[in-house]
Nanobody, 123 residues
Framework: QVQLVESGGGLVQTGGSLRLSCAAS????????MGWFRQAPGKEREFVVA???????YYADSVKGRFTISRDNAKNTVYLQMNSLKPEDTAVYYC?????????????????WGQGTQVTVSS
């Protein structure tokens, strides 16, 4: 069993930055591929980025060059640094853990979800 708790969301202006954190419970954190998804109002949840056990990464085209994912297995935490934010990045961001082998992660492969944190980018 893994519990995920996100933090760090908020309101920021276009071009600003935010750093999301996802703290995981459980001793098997390092065994999971970790990722971030987001869901904007009226839209389906979409993949944003994922990181493997060996720190390999996979980014959605929409965030490449602006977002950076990292993980600290000693702290059971995954981070999402978001720079150059745009209004279209506005969404609820969900942390995800998947016990799969390869990137990227599909929603159907996620074993555990966080409760979500709101990110709002004003124009």
């Amino acid at each position: 069993q893994v519990q995920l708790v996100e933090s760090g969301g908020g309101l920021v202006q276009t071009g600003g930055s935010l750093r999301l954190s996802c703290a995981a419970s459980g001793r098997t954190f390092s065994s999971y591929l970790m990722g971030w998804f987001r869901q904007a109002p009226g839209k389906e949840r979409e993949f944003v980025v994922a990181i493997s056990r060996s720190d390999g990464t996979y980014y959605a085209d929409s965030v490449k060059g602006r977002f950076t994912i990292s993980r600290d297995n000693a702290k059971n935490t995954v981070y999402l640094q978001m720079n150059s934010l745009k209004p279209e990045d506005t969404a609820v961001y969900y942390c995800a853990a998947a016990y799969v082998i390869t990137l990227p992660i599909r929603s159907s492969q996620v074993d555990y979800w966080g409760q979500g944190t709101q990110v709002t980018v004003s124009s």
